[in-house]
């Protein structure tokens, strides 16, 4: 039930984003596996979201992806969503998505960028 109620509150607030183009940025820094949403859920919200939300994105970026994201991304946008794969790029870190993103369009989480200090 949890997992339909986060994305009816996605639905809800990206509709009034998605009519133009968007970009979304995604931080996976320091998550664990217990936060990662089931793969039947991803599969269940491509196909729920409406046509204008695959259409309008133009970038989707993960920063700080773990292996295993790179790896269940590939697999997703591979097989089951290729229509958005050359939208979804790994960032290893914040000042890529800044090369791509300009710094006032952004709210960046302080633990982010944090993480990214002591990684970079």
Do not use: C
Request: proline share 7%.
């Amino acid at each position: 039930m949890f997992m339909f109620q986060a994305l009816l509150y996605l639905i809800k607030l990206l509709d009034p984003i998605v009519r133009g183009d968007y970009v979304i940025a995604y931080f996976h820094t320091l998550a664990s596996s217990a936060n990662h949403p089931p793969f039947s859920w991803l599969k269940e919200v491509y196909t729920v979201l409406p046509y204008k939300y695959k259409k309008n994105l133009k970038a989707f970026y993960i920063v700080h992806p773990t292996f295993w994201t790179k790896m269940m991304t590939w697999w997703f946008t591979t097989f089951m969503a290729p229509a958005i794969k050359a939208k979804v790029h790994n960032l290893p870190g914040v000042e890529y998505l800044y090369s791509v993103m300009a710094r006032d369009q952004l709210d960046v989480p302080a633990f982010v960028t944090e993480y990214d200090m002591t990684v970079s």
